[in-house]
């Protein structure tokens, strides 16, 4: 178990977006907790990462000062299956807010971790973008889980889902959009220049630039391709587009 508060200069971007928190990253690889704390540290400039290598280590570190922010915690952790380290770092850490960071999910896992109160489930081969906007939306006070957990073997949006509402609107709303910005995005996903926005949206260009710049700033990104970019890794164009059509 080793402690890691280094400071890391303004980001030049956006992503660094909140400071001070603190952060128990537990994993049993050294490689993966490294990656984490690399991005963690683009994610929040004063940002103290607390490490763990086992359960045993995880719970002990969170009881020995639980002023932690957040648990990034792996599933499988050394000497576990399944949802046995979540069960056994919740009996001694009940109060704990908890993302799942794994290498394998399905529906019926991520549904039964997210009611037993995690709030969010990670896959670990999520890109940094990926990873950077679910602990924005975490902290925003949503929950989250893969996106492709919403959509059937057709890419539709399933009908049926209970691991959380509205994936589409509530998630990008919950990390800073309005519904209005929602409708923004979703004509940058179709390739559209200010101007067409303003023709469909009835806005002024303006407004449309205004909409665009706090969409950027929302997905910790500078540029539309990178926000375009950002949305595909999240799954969003096809949440947004089957949302349209079901307006």
């Known amino acids: 178990m080793t402690r ?19 952060i128990l990253v537990a994993d049993d690889h050294h ?3 490294e990656g984490l704390k690399l991005a963690l540290r ?15 280590n995880a719970i002990a570190a969170y009881r020995a000062g639980d002023d932690f922010d957040l648990v990034l915690l792996d599933l499988n952790m050394p000497g576990t299956s399944g949802l046995m380290s979540l069960d056994g770092f919740e009996r001694h850490c ?11 999910y399905d529906m019926q896992t991520v549904q039964t971790a997210v009611r037993r109160g995690v709030l969010g489930f990670i896959p670990k081969l999520s890109g ?9 939306f975490v902290l925003a006070g949503g929950i989250y889980v893969p996106p492709e957990m919403f959509l059937n073997e057709a890419g539709d949006v399933q009908a049926n889902n209970t691991v959380d509402t ?28 200010n101007k067409l926005i303003c023709r469909d949206l009835n806005l002024a260009m303006g407004t449309v630039k205004g909409h665009v710049a706090a969409i950027l700033h929302s ?15 999240q ?13």
């Open 4 to 22: 890691d508060n280094n400071r890391v200069a303004p980001s030049t971007g956006s992503e660094a977006l909140v400071q001070g928190l603190k």
């Open 31 to 33: 490689l993966v907790r």
């Open 42 to 56: 683009q994610f929040d400039q004063g940002v103290t990462i607390v490490e763990a290598d086992t359960l045993d």
């Open 94 to 104: 009940p109060d704990a807010r908890v993302v799942v960071i794994s290498a394998s």
């Open 128 to 136: 940094k973008g990926t990873l950077l906007s679910a602990l924005r």
């Open 166 to 193: 509205t994936p589409s609107a509530n998630t990008l709303q919950a990390i800073g959009l309005t519904a209005r910005q929602v409708d923004v995005l979703r004509q940058l996903l179709e390739g559209k220049s």
């Open 219 to 233: 997905l910790g990104v500078n540029t539309r391709a990178e926000a375009i970019a950002a949305a595909d890794r």
């Open 235 to 247: 799954g969003w164009r096809q949440l947004l587009r089957s949302t349209a059509r079901q307006a």
